[in-house]
């Protein structure tokens, strides 16, 4: 594991008297992508701006390399942000933009030169440096918002969801790119998003955030597989959550049948929430499956067919190649490692509210 | 806009009607007046007596106190302007701009009268010095008096063009320039300045033309004895009823307006450019 970098530690915000972040502890090692992920309102900005030194947490401190940097004014600090609507400065052409924190730093004009060409063509857009920002599109923008961040060497680049605004297709481009960008620059990035999907793709290490808390933090990995709670399980991909009791290790009755699983340590005949994921729910015929149930609808999405199936009076999410018939009857059967179970959540705090999207 | 060009004509009429017999027509007769002699012969002389004398005089004055007027407007206005809008709306954002236009309800000159009283020999600022055993200052009837008018009564025509400029620059860029290595001094003179340069434009303009052709304000505190080329205009219309003269000297006056307005406009269009 890399060196310890940044450290949150039990950081308290609240606006208006509401509060927004709740002693949240938070380490970011060097090197890594970080992302942030969380519904909206749940915190990510907040966190990113206190880390940025635009917000001061009530509580707490913001330990960087060592140092407390709790009351550091932002340009005192050794990182940038990527501002989530670019903030270019329009008065000033793209070269000037770029300019700006090396001028502020004193900087000799030709290594500003230098930067300024070598940044540009790290973004791409060589060629650029006299057009104003206002006669770029929105993903050109963004590079320049980039470049502009990373000519000042910080250690750490800031990204509050910096592609936000573009269209699915440049985004995806831009995942690339930006991944492409950091394993180049070989600096840490601490990246905001509420989706899923970009964070999944990007990160080293996601931290999914709801209400102010950290719900659960991993690898992307880590995150999709094991959920720890429902609203994790909820908030990352489709997936089937349901009331359960474990009735001993190993073995787990949902809705009344008992079904084998891996999980153990959960004590005896405790209610634990089951999460298992679309595509992991295997359609078979009727005298194959652990419990059978009726094809209740079907989308067919592409790559494959997306089913419901209802079963035990629930509503099973199923992702599969085979298609099944609405109004057919089917068995249903779950491979033992795929059934995670998740402890309910103990108080009415931390209660993760399951979001509907 | 609107459908037909019929439609959009009925409806601009009576402005249009309005702008002849009001800026129109006067501004030809200025013309008018101000190209002949009382002959009706063509002549420059009315705009060339600019050059003589006491309309010299009064002129360069009015420049020079209409410069300080707004110079001093700016000072005061600018910082005022930042921390506008600063203050978030909840935060009585309204309540100070309301209480800043507020003396802009009530009439003029009845304003400049109570400078007027604040200001003469034995008024209420010699009062408080001569209270205080500190000596009395001559004020009124001096350039000083009428700069302090012009300034108190076209302050807020400083502030709120440039409240509207700074607060309508997205705050992420402020905290952009911080987030480089900016302290607050480098982001006000390297950014805020720069970006709010339209309403620092429009702001000295919506100053600097009042004060330069203003004689009321001269004309109460300035007595008879300071006189500014607005003076010089009203008297040589009521007292010396030379039309040609007092048209001839307010074409000059016009001259420093239009380059003023050119100014802004091309300001104007420039940031519109840029969008
Ligand atoms: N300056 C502020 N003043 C008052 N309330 C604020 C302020 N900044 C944030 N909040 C509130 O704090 C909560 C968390 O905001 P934050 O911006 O951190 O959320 P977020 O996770 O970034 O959401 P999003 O995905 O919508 O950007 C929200 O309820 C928001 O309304
Ligand atoms: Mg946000």
């Known amino acids: ?214 719900q659960q933090e991993g690898s992307p990995e880590d995150i999709y597989n094991e959920p720890e709670n429902a609203f994790v399980a909820d908030f990352i991909g489709d997936s089937n959550i349901i009331d359960a009791v474990m009735v001993r290790d190993e073995l787990v009755n949902i809705l009344g049948t008992e079904f084998p699983c891996v999980d153990k340590g959960f004590g005896e005949m405790k209610p634990v929430d089951v999460v298992i994921r679309p595509e992991d729910v295997e359609l078979v015929s009727p005298d194959k499956g652990i419990i059978t149930g009726e094809v209740t609808h079907i989308i067919f999405k592409g790559v494959h067919y997306e089913m419901e199936v209802t079963a035990l009076g629930f509503e099973w999410l199923v992702h599969s190649t085979d298609m099944f018939p609405v109004g057919q009857t089917v068995g249903i059967w779950v491979d033992p490692y795929n059934i995670q179970i998740m402890n309910k959540p103990e108080s009415e705090d931390e209660e993760a509210i399951p979001l509907d999207v | 806009m609107f459908k037909n060009k019929k439609t959009s004509a009925a409806l601009s009429a009576p402005y249009t009607a309005w ?28 705009i060339t007596a600019i050059g003589y004398g006491v309309y010299f005089k009064s002129l360069l004055l009015a420049l020079w106190l209409s ?32 209480i800043f236009i507020l003396p802009m309800w009530m009439n003029f000159l009845l304003r400049t009268y109570a400078w007027l009283t604040l200001l003469e020999g034995n008024g209420i600022i010699n009062g408080i010095l001569s209270f ?88 109460l505190l300035g007595g008879s004895k300071v006189l500014l080329i607005g003076n010089v205009i009203e008297s040589t219309f009521t007292q010396v009823y030379d039309w040609h003269l007092g048209s001839g000297l307010s074409i000059v006056l016009m001259i420093f307006i239009i380059i003023n307005m050119i100014i802004s406009n091309i300001s104007d269009a420039r940031q519109e450019a840029e969008g």
């Open chain 1, 1 to 214: 594991m890399e060196k310890e970098l940044i450290r949150l530690e039990n950081i308290s915000k609240s606006f208006d008297g509401t509060l927004v972040l709740d002693e949240l502890d938070l380490v970011i090692h060097e090197n890594e992508f970080v992302t942030l992920l969380g519904p909206s309102g749940c915190g990510k900005t907040t966190t990113l701006r206190i880390i940025g030194g635009f917000e001061t947490p009530d509580t707490g401190r913001v330990i960087f390399d060592g140092k407390d940097i709790t009351d550091l004014p932002p340009n005192k600090r050794q990182l940038n942000t990527v501002f989530q609507k670019y903030a270019l400065f329009t008065h000033m052409d793209i070269a000037e933009n770029i300019a700006f924190g090396l001028k502020i730093h004193n900087k000799p004009k030709s290594y500003i030169d230098d930067k300024i060409k070598y940044a540009l063509k790290l973004v791409g857009l060589e060629g650029y440096e006299h057009r104003k920002p206002s006669s770029l599109s929105g993903g050109q923008q963004q590079r320049i918002a980039i470049a502009r961040a990373i000519v000042n060497e910080p250690k750490v680049l800031l990204l509050d969801e910096p592609l936000g605004a573009l269209d699915l297709k440049l985004r995806q481009e831009m995942q690339y790119e930006l991944i492409r960008l950091k394993n180049e620059i070989g600096i840490t990035f601490i990246y905001v998003t509420h989706d899923q999907e970009e964070a999944l793709t990007m990160s080293d290490h996601i931290v999914v955030m709801n209400q102010g808390y950290i």
């Open chain 2, 19 to 46: 702008m002849t017999i009001f800026i129109i027509v006067p501004l030809l007769m200025i013309f008018y007046y101000g190209l002949t002699d009382s002959q009706g012969s063509l002549t420059l002389a009315n």
């Open chain 2, 67 to 98: 410069f300080l007027c707004t110079l001093i407007c700016f000072i005061l206005a600018y910082p005022l302007a930042l921390i506008l809008a600063r203050v978030s709306k909840n935060a009585g954002q309204g309540l100070i701009i309301t």
């Open chain 2, 132 to 219: 205080l055993h500190l000596p009395t200052q001559h004020m009124i009837n001096t350039p000083t008096a009428i700069v302090f008018g012009m300034v108190y009564n076209f302050l807020p025509f400083m502030v709120l063009p440039l409240y509207n400029a700074i607060s309508r620059i997205d705050t992420a860029v402020f905290e952009a320039a911080r987030d480089l290595g900016a302290g607050r001094r480098q982001t006000l003179f390297r950014i805020t300045l720069p970006l709010s340069v339209n309403g620092i434009i429009s702001g000295v303009t919506m100053v600097f033309i009042p004060a330069l052709t203003t004689f009321a304000i001269s004309t």
